[in-house]
């Protein structure tokens, strides 16, 4: 079992959707979440955080943690065709492969 | 206010032959961890270091090695390569003295084992 697991995608959404990206993770003690974006060609950039159960939102984007279910989500709200890219769900030092999105104009 | 730099951008070795990569964190930050991102794969963890010492490793055979130095710029060092050493290697800071916090990512090493 991998440490960090994702939909490969690709997950496609029209423009103005919102789209939902999830995530699991096997260890139960985990603390620290994180969602990074990747544009092809690029390094990750750290997007959004979160550390305790429950939603945290920070302009389009929400993050959900469940850790009794050991789950992660990201939704992003009003899509862009700017938010095609693959989004990396990290527990702590681990990545997962990756949610590729693509947003339709 | 210069982010993580990395340097080379590209690099070109053939199998056996050995490569350092270089590190230079963002400014204000005390931790370095290397990751390893194959193509189509999320980046795998290889080390972190912090005050001088390797304190966490991934599952990467001894081959793959690194320092940080007094101004807290690092080095990996890959002995014996083989092909599947191809890949973008990432160099990632943060302040958190040993935590995987808010991770600042440079642009990457590109390296190519032929």
């Known amino acids: 079992q991998k440490e960090v697991e994702q939909n490969s995608g690709p997950l496609s959404v029209p423009e103005g959707a919102i789209a939902s990206l999830n995530c699991t993770y096997s260890d139960r003690g985990s603390q620290s979440f994180f969602w990074y974006r990747q544009y092809s060609g690029k390094s990750p950039e750290l997007i959004m955080s979160?550390?305790?159960?429950g939603d945290k939102e920070d302009g389009r984007f929400t993050a959900q943690l469940n850790k009794a279910s050991q789950y992660v989500s990201l939704l992003i709200r009003d899509s862009q065709p700017s938010d095609s890219a693959t989004y990396l769900c990290?527990?702590?030092?681990?990545f997962g492969a990756g949610t590729r999105l693509f947003v339709k104009a | 206010d210069a982010g993580v730099t990395q340097s080379p951008t590209h690099l070109i070795k053939t199998r056996g032959q050995q490569v350092t990569l270089r590190c230079s964190p963002k400014?204000?930050?005390?931790?370095v961890s290397w990751y390893q991102q194959a193509l189509g794969q999320g980046p795998q963890f290889i080390f972190q270091?912090?005050?001088?010492?390797?304190?966490q490793r991934g599952n990467f055979p001894d081959r793959f090695s690194g320092h940080q130095f007094p101004n807290y710029s690092s080095e990996l060092n890959v002995n014996a390569l083989l092909l599947g050493d191809s890949a973008l290697y990432l160099c990632?800071?943060?302040?958190?003295?040993?935590?995987?916090?808010?991770?600042?990512f440079g642009s990457g090493t590109q390296l190519s084992v032929l």
């Open positions: 990632a800071s943060s302040s958190t003295g040993g935590g995987f916090e808010k991770l600042f």
């Open positions: 990290a527990v702590g030092r681990s």
């Open positions: 400014s204000g930050h005390d931790t």
């Open positions: 270091y912090y005050e001088e010492e390797e304190r």
């Open positions: 979160i550390y305790s159960n």
